[in-house]
């Protein structure tokens, strides 16, 4: 997390493009929100022109990253795609900038401008969604307390019911729940249900 775990990470909602000339050289950068390596890989390559002198690119997935600068000299162009990345405090997230060569030099720092610029230009205007830390867990209720766990869960954002299976006594539920809001969960049913109802939760929590 950033600022010692009190700021969210944000992901990509969509795919969004950005374009700049420089000296004569056009940037195109296109970014994307990827959920694993082999999906950023899959960006690369989907969004890489064949024809463009360069292609470089970089993606951050929690952890893991990696960048290239696909023939420029090193650390000009996939390492400054990268801090801009991470300077927006984004994740699961990648980027490939394109450039035509148009005839002028620009030199190791026009260039990490160029790259990162074109990278952060095309993330800034991007829209972005929160990345929250979600916990699995199963509610067992009586069915005389079914229609009002169903209807107070409906209820909460932060709660996502992902299916249910019946029982001789009642029904298990299947919940996504925003970790942060776990507590808060498991005290409401146990409010609205006087205890009858039991939260149990992933065992990885």
Known sequence: MLDGGMATLCTLATTETARQEIRKSRFLAVAGPVASEAAAKEF??????????????????????????????????????????DGQGLDGVAVVVTRWFGGILLGSGGLMRAYGGTAALCLRAAAKVPLVETVGARIACTFGDLALVQARLDALPAVRVLGQTFTATGAELSLSVDEAEAGAVERLVADITSGRARVSWDADR
């Not at 890489?48 to 292609?55: E, L, R």
């Open 44 to 85: 690369v390559g989907r969004h890489a022109d064949p024809s463009a002198n360069h292609n470089c690119w970089a993606w951050r997935i929690g952890q893991g990253y990696r960048f290239s600068d696909d023939g420029e000299p090193g650390g000009t162009a996939g390492k400054p795609i990268l801090q801009a990345i």
